[in-house]
């Protein structure tokens, strides 16, 4: 009997590297944003991970939604350390691997000089995803 509790935990203390550093995900919404003038960049509130979050970014996800016939607009996702510029309202890249994958991240918009909208842009709907290891 011992010997079947000794295996038993031996199991259990081989499984706990591999569960320690399992992979996860968190996703984050932030309110919708205003983008006007040319030239000048608008930040979204922090997306906060959750408090339990440890390791490093693998990969990120996002979805923002554009006003019809909005032209010009530059988007970025921007953790601490960088930002990853954003070539579509929707999408998935590992432009922030190996960053800490319990930092904030913001999305951050400007318009291109010469796009001068008649009303400021608003910009609904922004989520991140991440993928954590």
Do not use: N
């Amino acid at each position: 009997m011992k010997r079947r509790h000794w295996l038993m935990a031996v199991g259990w203390l081989m499984a706990l590297p591999a569960w320690a550093g399992a992979p996860g995900s968190w996703v984050g919404d932030a309110r919708a944003v205003r983008v006007f003038t040319p030239g000048r960049l608008v930040d979204s509130r922090a997306i906060e991970p959750p408090a339990a979050v440890r390791g490093e970014i693998a990969s990120v996800a996002w979805r923002f939604d554009v006003p019809p016939g909005a032209v010009g607009l530059r988007a970025w996702l921007c953790h601490p350390q960088r930002c990853l510029a954003l070539s579509a309202a929707r999408g998935r890249s590992k432009g922030l691997a190996g960053l800490a994958a319990d930092a904030p991240l913001r999305f951050r918009f400007g318009l291109v000089r010469g796009h001068q909208p008649t009303r400021p842009l608003r910009i609904t709907g922004l989520q991140a995803i991440v993928d954590y290891r």
